[in-house]
């Protein structure tokens, strides 16, 4: 068994809050099949809907290595496998590649080969300690489908705490088996409060909802007070004024011009007062850059909101603005530690 482990919370993505972030794994670790280990594996036929057939056990779900390449007319997925195992030896790269300047590919073998019997996996994770940009409670559990590298997972999320994500790979295949063994749609089962609402999901797809699933599958519901009291709350804009040119002037020399307006904003629920409050607006049509790529060119913003409270009363509220766009951009610019090009590649 190996174990790694890597700090997530440096360099670009780092956030001053956390005091621990980590994705650890650990590798080669034995699987709990006691009952294959003792008495063998039990092979049957495995398989999609799509006319594919191979040979895994049906207690612990390994698979023959090869897997096989069976013909749907003759087996059933479920079936028990009787037929025979060739252990065939894999092609050396320097064959593969003769064979392959010939225009010759290698049949993949019809007949599977052993299924080992002392399979591994790995087991992995990711912890967070403190305060982080995400601000969900929760607790959720995840049964994988036939294709997923990540059999099962699971996550406690404790909002400004920290957080625990963990996973297998091939660890869990018996209950995937028993619990989701057709499709390629994982299986969620959790619940969660974010904002004043509480969601759940009752063995829910995990990348798909259909209008004919029950609600009680998923769904949420607001559970902060003020909801049932005053009523939902909802936003609106009443007014925007016209757009403004102006420059933002960057720390490094670089100049961008953009157009900047204001955008007055209500927020109030069905009883009650309402609020007012104004946004800022800024839009550069190139870009103002922020962080480089070697291949696919620099990263630029080019909108974004940036201050509440600067209203039209204030002549200069176009510079405000402007000299705002800078400030964040020069934010970004220090996180990503960006590198403004020389003069001579200019």
């Known amino acids: 068994m190996r174990a790694r482990s890597i700090n997530r919370n440096t360099g670009e ?62 087996w059933d997925i479920g079936q028990p496998y009787t037929g025979p195992f060739n252990p065939a030896e894999p092609l050396s790269p320097i064959v593969r590649k003769q064979l392959a300047r010939k225009g010759i590919k290698p049949a993949r073998a019809s007949e599977p080969g052993p299924i080992p019997a002392h399979p591994v996996g790995t087991v992995g994770g990711e912890v967070h300690i403190g305060k982080s940009k995400w601000r969900t409670v929760g607790i959720d559990f ?73 609600k009680w599958m998923s769904g949420s519901v607001p559970i902060d007070p003020r909801h049932y009291l005053y009523g939902p709350r909802k936003n609106r804009m009443l007014f925007q004024t016209e757009k403004v040119p102006a420059v933002v002037r960057m720390p490094e020399g670089d100049t961008h011009d953009v157009l900047v307006h204001l955008e007055k904003w209500e927020t109030r629920r069905t009883r009650g007062r309402a609020r007012t409050y104004w946004m800022a607006q800024w839009d550069c049509k190139k870009g103002i850059p922020v962080r480089n790529h070697d291949w696919k060119g620099d990263e630029t913003f080019s909108s974004a909101w940036t201050i509440q409270g600067v209203t039209p009363d204030n002549p200069r509220w176009p510079l ?19 590198r403004a090009p020389s003069e001579d590649a200019a």
């Open 142 to 214: 995840k049964v994988g489908n036939c294709g997923s590298e990540q059999v099962l997972a699971a996550s406690l999320r404790l909002g400004p705490l920290g957080s625990l994500y963990l996973h297998t790979e091939d660890h869990g295949r018996w209950l995937q088996r028993r619990l989701n063994p057709t499709g390629y749609q994982s299986r969620e089962t959790g619940l969660s409060y974010y904002r004043g609402r509480l969601s759940w999901q009752v063995w829910a797809r995990r990348d798909e909802h259909r209008a004919s699933d029950p």
């Open 13 to 74: 993505d780092r956030q001053p809050s956390l005091l621990v972030s980590r994705t650890f794994w650990f590798s080669d670790v034995p699987r709990l099949i006691p009952v294959c280990r003792m008495v063998g594996h039990k092979p049957v036929v495995d398989g999609t809907d799509t006319p594919c057939r191979w040979v895994a056990c049906d207690r612990c779900g390994i698979r023959a290595n090869p897997q096989g390449n069976l013909d749907p007319a003759l």
């Open 320 to 338: 405000i603005i402007a000299a705002a766009a800078a400030e964040d951009c020069s934010r970004d610019r220090a996180r990503y530690n960006y």
